[in-house]
């Protein structure tokens, strides 16, 4: 749930910046470690064919989103915050729909772990590739910086 007002206008200033960006989702854990809700630039998903690797069906998807982040600039905005409003601290019911995903994570979590081993450092290739064509990947930020504002 966005909360901050000019949500939107700052993600794409962010995404002139770096080729993924993601906001503060008040989830308790270390802020700015994990990009559960991620928002990328669209020659990314024209480059892979997808915003997520498909052998996934629900779980780790976020997982691949902070390696290919991590890989070619990923910028974190503390002060934007788009509430993730998840069963496990109380902002939703554990319903139907989470019970399905919960079911998923062992088959992700293996699914995950063959993809990193298989396909992830060719996907970074591919996305990579994408950006220098665009020409877009010379004039990042350096891709991991830890600070707030840029990953």
Request: contains cysteine; hydrophobic residues 40%.
């Amino acid at each position: 749930m966005p909360r901050t007002v000019g949500w939107d206008a700052q993600i794409l200033d962010a995404l002139q910046k770096t080729p993924f960006a993601f906001g503060n989702d008040l989830y308790p854990r270390e802020q700015g470690e994990h990009p559960c809700h991620i928002f990328c630039r669209s020659e990314i998903i024209k480059a892979l064919g997808y915003l997520g690797p498909p052998c996934l069906r629900h779980m780790f998807v976020d997982n691949c989103w902070l390696e290919w982040g991590k890989a070619v600039g990923i910028t974190y905005l503390p002060e934007v915050i788009i509430e993730h409003l998840h069963f496990t601290v109380g902002k939703a019911a554990y319903d139907e729909t989470y019970q399905k995903s919960v079911a998923l994570w062992d088959s992700d979590q293996a699914a995950y772990s063959a993809y990193v081993h298989d396909r992830l450092a060719a996907d970074i290739e591919r996305i990579k590739a994408a950006l220098e064509e665009a020409g877009e990947l010379s004039h990042l930020r350096h891709p991991y910086a830890l600070n707030s504002s840029s990953l």
